[in-house]
């Protein structure tokens, strides 16, 4: 990561302290010209929330030194498309269907139900409507990626 990039994550780390709101990354593109910042939060964002972050980062860069490159600075939720790349992000999603690729290769659809440390308690959906689902454990060291199913 860049220069510019290193001091936006800090002023976005400082914009979100004493909130449940939280840094999820910070995305450059090559050159550093496009900067975007996915935030989240505990209790979910909207436009509001999102704009006050924006606005406190975009204040305190204004005080500092970034050098004579311009650059453009998005700060956004990463989106539904996007992964769960923290531990932080799973709770508000208990209930939720999750597709997970496994470390292993493996992929799977299950029913989220629980987080407890770092183990992700699931159900495998049964191939028989109307049947139970599976229960399952699954550590989050074995997660290559997970995202929030869309769709049926």
């Known amino acids: 990561m860049g220069r510019i990039s290193e001091i936006l994550r800090k002023l976005a780390e400082e914009a979100v302290e004493g909130t449940d709101m939280f840094v999820v990354g910070?995305?450059?593109n090559s050159t550093e010209t496009l900067i975007r910042i996915h935030i989240d939060a505990d209790?979910?964002?909207n436009m509001k929330r999102l704009g006050e972050v924006s606005r406190a980062i975009s204040r305190r860069v204004d005080e500092i030194e970034t050098g004579e490159q311009q650059f453009t600075m998005e700060v956004s939720s990463p989106g539904a498309d996007k992964p769960l790349s923290m531990l932080r992000q799973l709770p508000k999603h208990i209930g939720r269907k999750l597709?997970?690729?496994k470390v292993d290769g493996e992929r799977l659809?299950?029913?989220?139900k629980a987080l407890e440390s770092e183990t992700l308690e699931l159900e495998i959906p049964s191939e028989k409507k109307g049947r139970p689902g599976t229960p399952a454990v699954l550590a989050w060291s074995d997660i290559k990626e997970l995202r929030v199913h869309i769709g049926k």
């Open 109 to 112: 659809i299950a029913v989220f």
């Open 43 to 45: 209790s979910g964002l």
């Open 26 to 28: 910070v995305h450059p």
């Open 99 to 101: 597709d997970i690729l």
